[in-house]
T-cell receptor, first 115, second 112 residues
Framework: AAGVIQSPRHLIKEKRETATLKCYPI?????VYWYQQGPGQDPQFLIS???????DKGSIPDRFSAQQFSDYHSELNMSSLELGDSALYFC??????????????FGPGTRLTVL | DAKTTQPTSMDCAEGRAANLPCNHS???????VYWYRQIHSQGPQYIIH???NNETNEMASLIITEDRKSSTLILPHATLRDTAVYYC?????????????FGTGTRLQVTL
């Protein structure tokens, strides 16, 4: 079965640079979630989109922005990168519309290293 | 979302059943119990979820107490590949996208 695809899998950036992470949800899923997992920490919710509209927002820095496109893929844009942004970034997708209890399925993650 | 409490770590011998408890004493009537696991730095993997009835799938069984204040995830025959951090998450699901709030989870170590 098709899974969530994230690209790139690894990314190395310098401080103050920008980065764009991409997420391709499972086909027919209408919702995308972004999570950040710092070293030795548990995943923390950043932001989600349902039918291309932002549906919830967590502790996402103002330097980060995200959107969901007409084909339901999503991009997380990160500007003015800081050392503390080094983390694993996971995308998850689910089918919310018409579901009693949607289940989120996670991608393999993008490992971002800021030098 | 309701807060959950899990043991920090557990050990289990390979081939034996692993029983992972979770306390969610403040759970509301419209909140589901979800279980995920994360194998070292991989994306969290969905295991099972339930509302009030016990549930079973090819990976595990979920036993929810009658008052819904606690639950137990059962891996019937643990293998070394089941070594992971297991997260019990309580989540409102009302037809709109709702986040998963990860706690510290239980680190399960399966040994020979």
């Amino acid at each position: 079965a098709a899974g969530v695809i994230q690209s790139p899998r690894h990314l190395i950036k310098e401080k103050r640079e920008t980065a764009t992470l991409k997420c391709y949800p499972i086909p027919r899923h209408d919702t995308v979630y972004w999570y950040q997992q710092g070293p030795g920490q548990d995943p923390q919710f950043l932001i989600s989109f349902y039918e291309k509209m932002q549906s919830d927002k967590g502790s996402i820095p103002d330097r980060f922005s995200a959107q969901q496109f007409s084909d339901y893929h999503s991009e997380l844009n990160m500007s003015s990168l800081e050392l503390g942004d080094s983390a694993l970034y996971f995308c998850a997708s689910s089918l919310v519309g018409g579901s009693v209890a949607d289940t989120q399925y996670f991608g393999p993650g993008t490992r971002l290293t800021v030098l | 979302d309701a807060k959950t409490t899990q043991p920090t770590s557990m050990d289990c011998a390979e081939g034996r059943a692993a029983n992972l408890p979770c306390n969610h004493s403040t759970i509301s009537g419209n909140e589901y119990v979800y279980w995920y696991r994360q194998i070292h730095s991989q994306g969290p993997q969905y295991i099972i979820h339930g509302l009030k009835n016990n549930e079973t799938n090819e990976m595990a069984s979920l036993i929810i107490t009658e008052d819904r204040k606690s639950s137990t995830l059962i891996l019937p025959h643990a293998t070394l590949r089941d070594t992971a951090v297991y997260y019990c998450i309580v989540r409102v699901v009302v037809g709109t996208a709702s986040k998963l709030t990860f706690g510290t989870g239980t680190r399960l170590q399966v040994t020979l």
